[in-house]
């Protein structure tokens, strides 16, 4: 049985989300709070800007604390920054965070609280419960786990990292090949991630998501030509073709972090542990396709042939959706 109809059932929950893909920006928001006097705190609060979309998002501190920030905010690659100063009257400890407006996304945001005798303290705010409240400390295992999650959500909510992923998988049969070309794709995108989370290097993000569009559309035409039995370079070596499309990914996975402004201390373990989880989530995706390939074959389903091209046909023509609307915002078209 085709790969294709085993992977159907993933391709119709990628089209259902590519709809919330375009409405909402994955890219992490960061708030840190550094104690710099008794019951005063700075703030740097930074959140995803300049993506397909704008998200409105604002840190609401308790009501017995006042913040005053500058009129002025610094727009960077991919994110605005908000600078201020947070009085609280006896301290920020035991008190809420809210994030107002992360319930209408599919975001997190790392607050982070320094306190002036050394204590560190960090929250991981979701849709779900986008409130931390404070005092105490964060251990190590926190910080691994928060990372690790960050990483594993950018790779299960990036629906257009795993539609590449999943053409892929329709143009790969063999399974050592497949093993070669998931591996090429991995060490691609962790080789940018690095280079671009440490500062050597960078993309602008409006090309960046043109680009990646670009590279689904690009293997549309590629999953025709197996389903024909022709071949092509792509489909005699993909592991090549992976890899070189896998830098481009690298660059976006990074935006999942370098758009948090964390401690450059911290970094090391930052860009670690989010590699881990998106290698944890990529692998997740792949063997669940596996999966289901093995099951359909077991059970001897058969289905209509329109199911069968129907996940291919939802790599390319999703794929050249998002590549025609990027290349539109890029030059400064209608969305």
């Known amino acids: 049985m085709k790969r294709a109809a085993a992977v159907v059932l993933v391709a119709v929950v990628a ?30 609060w930074k959140h995803p800007a300049g993506g397909e979309v704008q998200i409105s ?22 994110a605005v920054i908000v600078r201020g100063t947070l009085r609280c009257p006896g301290g920020i400890g035991g008190k809420t965070i809210v994030i107002a407006g992360l319930e209408a996304t599919i975001t997190d945001v790392l607050i982070r609280l ?18 931390a409240t404070l005092g105490g400390t964060t251990s190590t295992g926190q910080r691994v786990l928060a990372y690790l999650q960050l990483g594993v959500q950018h790779i299960l ?17 063999d399974r050592w090949m497949l093993l070669k070309t998931i591996t090429s794709f991995t060490v691609a995108h962790s080789i940018t991630l690095a280079i671009a989370t440490l500062g050597y290097a960078s993309a602008p993000l409006p090309p960046l998501t043109a680009a990646i569009a ?18 092509s370079f792509t489909i005699r070596h993909p592991w090549v073709v992976a890899f070189a499309f896998g830098l481009l990914h690298g660059f976006g996975f990074a935006s999942g972090l370098t758009s948090m402004g964390l401690p450059q201390p911290e970094i090391p373990l930052a860009l670690l542990l989010f590699n881990v989880g998106v290698e944890i ?12 390939e093995r099951a359909f074959r077991v059970l001897e389903i058969r289905w209509p ?31």
């Open 57 to 78: 998002l604002a840190p609401v501190f308790p009501k017995d604390c006042s913040f005053r920030t500058t009129d002025r905010q610094q727009m960077t690659p991919g």
């Open 114 to 131: 320094h306190n002036a005798d050394g204590r560190l303290e960090s929250h991981l705010v979701r849709p779900t419960s986008p409130s």
């Open 214 to 231: 670009l590279s689904i559309l690009f293997l549309g035409p590629e999953i025709v030509r197996v389903w024909r039995g022709e071949t």
């Open 157 to 173: 909510l990036g629906v257009d990292h795993l539609l590449f992923v999943l053409g892929l998988l329709l143009i790969v049969q």
């Open 15 to 44: 089209v259902l989300l590519a709809g919330a893909a375009e409405a909402h920006e994955v890219r992490p928001g960061f708030l840190e709070l550094r104690e710099t006097s008794p019951e005063t705190y700075s703030v740097l």
């Open 305 to 335: 042939r329109a199911v069968e091209l129907f996940p291919g046909y939802a790599v390319g023509s999703l794929g050249a959706y998002w590549t025609i609307q990027r290349t539109l915002m890029l030059l400064g078209g209608p969305r």
């Open 281 to 292: 989530g990529q692998l997740f995706f792949v063997l669940l396709i596996l999966a289901l």
